[in-house]
């Protein structure tokens, strides 16, 4: 199917799956670097919830489309790239084959997250155990996603470290 606003090839679909309910699977082999799902805003909300999105500090939204039924994964193979308009591409970190399910770390656009099970069901080898935002990462998963996390994230980051070092030097 062509996405007709970017007249790219959507190689993705909606299937039920056992474990999780439903996800979204690749139709066809996905490259690195490639646009997987264009993200559009829906509407903003007022709270964080298991399907909004953080776009800025304070400002959560939902996505139009299928986004939301994408599901997490503590190795995922879809990371955010933030688009000209506030909302969140998703874009492969790796090749995903052909029936894959396409997944991306919900940490990768909340800071703080409190609204899942406590535990984890990815069942991806390196499972950290429970479903995290960007502020419980360590700094090993997040140097390796500096390239695929929304860049509010990183900023949230940066003014915490400053508030700590200046605490420490007070």
Known sequence: MINQRTKIKEKYKLK????????????EEIQENELVMLG???????????????VGEFKHVLHAGQISKVNHSCDPNCGIRVNDTGAHDFVARRTIDTDEEITFDYAMRNYSIDFFPTDC?????????????????????????????????????????TRVLSLQND
């Open 121 to 161: 069901t990815c069942g991806a080898s390196e499972c950290r155990g429970s479903i995290t935002g960007w502020k419980s990462l360590s700094e090993e998963i997040k140097e390796s996603y500096s390239t695929f996390v929304a860049p509010y994230l990183l900023e949230m980051d940066s003014r915490v470290t």
């Open 16 to 27: 039920k799956t056992p474990e999780k309910g439903e996800g979204i699977f690749a139709t």
């Open 40 to 54: 559009v805003i829906e509407k903003s909300v007022n709270q964080n919830h298991s399907h909004a999105s953080q």
